[in-house]
């Protein structure tokens, strides 16, 4: 069973868990025990179990309890990040510009409102400025001699259309990078042709619009990532590692938006690590590595760096075959007991999610670890949302029927052979991946005798193989590498 509360528990750092536990023993203590022993039973489960909770607090008024305990928490996070955000700072000047000129303190006022514009300027949060200046028209009016008045107004109306295109560059921006987003969450890769060709036209239609225009640095970083993006969903991965290598000089050269926009340094760096696996650039990794290092002792809270480091090092592992090196890895960091898969339930991120899934059930296969490999793949293909990443749950199913077949499992190999051949007909995935594979696990199932079969599998290889060499095949096999883990199938074995 899943809470929200549950994960919204464990979501916090360490420093938020213990600013929470410093508030609510500052609290009257009928009022604090009434969610705090809730909160210790929630925190101290690794899996949600609300049987066992109301066991021992009793069930009246639980869901109240439950409810008081949120707005606990959510207090708690509003005061300890209260001031934390440039936002927030701006804010907090302007409310005090606000107050002063009330009071008629005009120099204080004047003083607050300098602040808000410089952390403006500073951070280049652009609508802020805008709505300083209408702010600071009632100071001018009130403090400034008239030929003041009218250099101030001069200047204001010089600047606009410079922010305002700023805006409306950012907008575009932000626009298109939400078309890919929306495009990645539908598909790991974009396999039809004219769907390929409509996304690097676009990308081709924002670098002619906003070509010598000055953008603001976060809308740099925005621009390379879409383009980064982009050019990976269309399966050019040196294109894409350029636009990203371009995104992490844009963070080098404006170190301030790494402050404002960690989350998304963070996934730069992971990215350009990603594509340096997959394109064997030795060389390059060791600086990746390194840098993501350093976040992670900078940012030893952040749960998303933690799991950008699993993923890289499992795959890195795969890279170089290193199977059971990557086995210890996984059950060393990764909770992986039972069928929960715990670790599953704590990403959000689909993308990184399926890698994480894909990477783990390779090394259960190379090692031989079918029961586990199985638990792997019903618990994913049970949980998995079909609308998001289609070809990944394709490719899930069609292992799964490899992993039948193997295991000689003829009948549930058969019957899942003919699901997945209705379902990529029904959802008109019948690439030439599909077509392969649905002829191969036929054949496969047709001759139940070995010495057939594994005459079978390395023709398929083959093929597979061949279609590694054209586009098509390397988006397919990026997540999971079918024709590797096959070269290593032998039917043959007892």
């Known amino acids: 069973m899943k809470s929200d509360l549950h994960t919204f528990i464990h979501s916090l750092t360490q420093n938020e868990k213990r600013y929470f536990k410093l508030q609510a023993s500052l609290g009257f203590e009928g009022t604090r025990k009434s969610y705090w022993q809730l909160y210790e039973l929630i925190h101290g489960q690794k899996n949600y179990d609300e049987k066992s909770i109301k066991s021992q607090i009793g069930s009246h008024r639980f869901a109240q309890q439950k409810k008081d305990l949120e707005e606990k928490l959510l207090e708690s996070l509003r005061n ?20 002063y000129s009330e009071k008629g303190l005009s120099k204080r006022a004047v003083k607050c409102l300098i602040k808000a514009e410089e ?41 606009i259309p410079i922010i305002q295109q700023k805006i409306e560059l950012s907008f575009l921006i932000q626009q298109d990078y939400l078309y890919f987003i929306t495009l990645n969450k539908e598909n790991e890769f ?43 969903l269309c399966g050019q991965f040196s294109e894409s590692q350029n636009a990203f290598f371009k995104e992490f000089q844009t963070y080098e050269q404006f170190p301030i938006i790494k402050t404002t926009q960690k989350d998304s340094y963070v996934k730069c760096l992971g990215n350009n690590a ?43 592992f795969i890279k170089k075959s290193q199977w059971l090196t990557a086995f210890q890895y996984i059950l060393k960091n990764l909770d992986l007991k039972g069928q929960s898969l715990s670790i599953f339930n704590q990403i959000s991120m689909k993308t990184e999610a399926d890698y994480m899934f894909f990477d783990i059930l390779r090394i259960y296969l190379e090692m031989n670890e079918y029961y586990e490999a199985n638990q792997h793949l019903n618990y994913y ?17 069609i292992v799964f029927v490899y992993l039948q077949l193997i295991q000689r499992e003829f009948s549930v190999a058969e019957s899942e052979w003919r699901s997945l051949k209705r379902f990529i007909k029904k959802n008109k995935r019948d690439f030439i991946f599909e077509k392969l594979n649905l002829k191969c696990l036929s054949r496969l199932i047709l001759h139940p005798i070995k010495e057939k079969q594994q005459k079978i599998l390395q023709k398929f290889i083959l093929e597979l193989e061949n279609l590694k060499m054209h586009r098509e095949g390397r988006m397919t096999m990026f997540t999971f590498d079918l024709s590797e883990w096959l070269k290593g199938v032998n039917l043959m074995r007892k």
Not at 196 to 221: E, G, H, P, V
Not at 284 to 301: A, G, Q, V, Y
Not at 303 to 313: K, T
């Open 80 to 99: 300890y990040h209260a001031g934390k955000t440039v936002v927030e700072l701006v804010n907090f000047e302007l409310k005090n510009y606000r107050i």
């Open 119 to 159: 952390l403006a300027r500073r951070y280049e949060m652009y609508p802020e400025l805008l709505r300083i200046f209408e702010d600071s028209i009632p100071i001018i009016v009130n403090s400034a001699s008239p030929s003041q008045i009218k250099a101030q107004i001069q200047s204001i109306r010089q600047e």
């Open 190 to 232: 974009l396999r039809r042709e004219e769907v390929a060709n409509a996304a690097l036209d676009l990308i081709s239609q924002l670098s002619d619009k906003i070509s010598n225009c000055n953008l603001s640095a976060l809308s740099q970083a925005q621009f390379h990532y879409l383009c980064g993006l982009g050019y990976f």
């Open 274 to 316: 990603l594509l340096s696996i997959t394109l064997s650039q030795e060389a390059k990794l060791d600086s990746w590595f390194s840098t993501n290092t350093k976040i992670n002792i900078l940012e030893h809270d952040n749960n998303i760096v933690v799991l950008y480091e699993h993923i890289l090092n499992i795959r890195l």
């Open 381 to 397: 293909l049970n949980n998995v949302d079909v609308t998001q990443k289609i070809d990944n749950y394709i490719m899930a199913r």
